[in-house]
């Protein structure tokens, strides 16, 4: 496998796929119960952590709330019985979508309870619509899924990080697995959003890169419910693969280009509707893939997400999808809590790349109550979490992340045929 990295992004779209191994009320200071930083080598009294959650318990994203909320609720129980000098004290809150605004509710609420981070929003074009109001407010927003390029040089004062890599990464291995599947015609339907546009752009950029045309795109804008025109200009040019960049408008969406047409077989999906579609779906989606973010996860994980999950009253996991990338973001906040003997965003800001090991000079730990040890000791953490090393850069993003690619059974269930 290969290793995507920052420094290799602006030549991302050139050549074969990068598989990497290796996710208003303004609160005056966010971050109650910050202590100020000592010279001691533990924090000089224990710290108490507010975090509050933006995540998609509502909307065309929902099925990916449960595995993002149980990743981050396994992670609080798991930090707060480390018992190492921080406790964190969690809101769960609702994103909602674009469409139905749930987070216009949410976010304030949590502004008002003096939140030092909020892990959210899944969706890129969500996290856009507060992201500024939060680095007014000096709240850290930590995202385990968002994908849009834009926010690599968003003006966001350190205050935003993502343990979800750029879609430069998904669209390249997406463009170029489409290519080695023998396609040449594609087109493309897509959702008119940050992330829609975006993966559009890269997978187009990179599929034609290998001697493919797109000879068909077409886009929606979220809320729409008609998608006869899309389907109507994607069949008229009668291409031999359609790449779908949608949330959970594919199950209107496929029936209709397969009733046009277009076998299934040959579809692409993303990480906004690769979902275990089951009988949720009305046609077969034997033979069609898709891409995720995210490694394979560790048998003994899963178990912990599940049992922590459902014993919040919950039925059990179907989708595990950035569940790791949740998980770390809070093992991350926490550690960088420890790590600047404070609570206050900006402090724990300036410490993430640190405990990343962004910053080169940490030692190894892959838990929380290791890393915590290193850093009580007087020593530099370098966390390697379920969703892989993550080693930040200055932008907040990922420098190492992987890539899954998925094909549908009979069933209309996915199972991993690939890691990139």
Not at 173 to 179: Q, R, S
């Amino acid at each position: 496998m290969s290793v995507f990295t920052r420094s290799r992004a602006g030549k991302v779209l050139g050549g074969i796929a990068v598989a990497a191994v290796s996710a208003v009320l303004l609160a005056g200071c966010a971050g109650g119960g910050s202590s100020t930083p000592s010279e001691s080598s533990g924090p000089a009294e224990d710290l108490t952590l507010k975090i509050g959650s933006v995540l998609p318990q509502t909307g065309s994203l929902a099925f990916l709330g449960p595995p993002e909320e149980a990743g981050v609720l396994l992670a609080v129980d798991e930090v707060n019985k480390a018992a190492k000098g921080i406790t964190v004290d969690f809101t769960p809150g609702d994103s909602g979508d674009a469409d139905n605004k749930a987070f216009e509710t949410t976010v304030p609420k949590l502004q008002s309870a003096g939140v030092s981070a909020m892990i959210g929003a899944a969706a890129s074009g969500v996290t856009k619509l507060f992201l500024d109001s939060n680095v007014a407010a000096g709240i850290i927003t930590f995202s385990p899924a968002n994908t849009s390029p834009d926010f690599t040089n968003w003006d966001d004062k350190g205050l935003y990080w993502r343990t979800a890599p750029s879609d430069l990464l998904q669209g390249e291995v997406l463009g170029n697995l489409i290519a080695e599947d023998g396609h040449k015609n594609i087109g493309i339907i897509y959702q008119n959003d940050a992330y829609g546009t975006g993966l559009f752009g890269v997978v187009k950029d990179v599929f034609e890169s290998t001697g493919g045309k797109v000879v068909a795109e077409a886009s929606y804008n979220d809320g729409d419910s008609s998608f006869d025109a899309q389907v109507a200009t994607i069949a008229a040019a009668k291409p031999d693969a359609v790449v779908l960049v949608t949330f959970d408008q594919f199950a209107t969406i496929a029936p209709l280009l397969v009733n046009a047409g277009l076998p299934a077989s040959n579809f692409y999906l993303v990480d906004g509707n690769l979902k275990q579609w089951g009988d949720k779906v009305s046609v077969s989606l034997e033979g069609a893939k898709g891409t995720t973010p995210g490694p394979v996860l560790e048998d003994d994980f899963k178990e912990r997400l599940n049992t922590t999950w459902t014993a919040a009253g919950n039925a059990a996991l179907e989708d595990y999808s950035y569940a790791a990338e949740s998980y770390d973001a809070v093992v991350l906040l926490a550690l960088s809590a420890l790590a600047a003997k404070s609570t206050t965003g900006a402090d724990m800001a300036g410490k993430l790349q640190e405990v990343s090991g962004g910053s080169g000079d940490g030692k190894k730990c892959t838990s929380f109550s290791e890393c915590a040890d290193i850093i009580l000791g007087g020593g530099v953490a370098d966390y390697d979490g379920y969703s892989g090393p993550i080693t930040f850069d200055e932008h907040g993003d990922p420098t190492q992340a992987s890539i899954g690619i998925f094909q549908f059974g009979a069933d209309n269930m996915h199972t991993r045929i690939d890691t990139r």
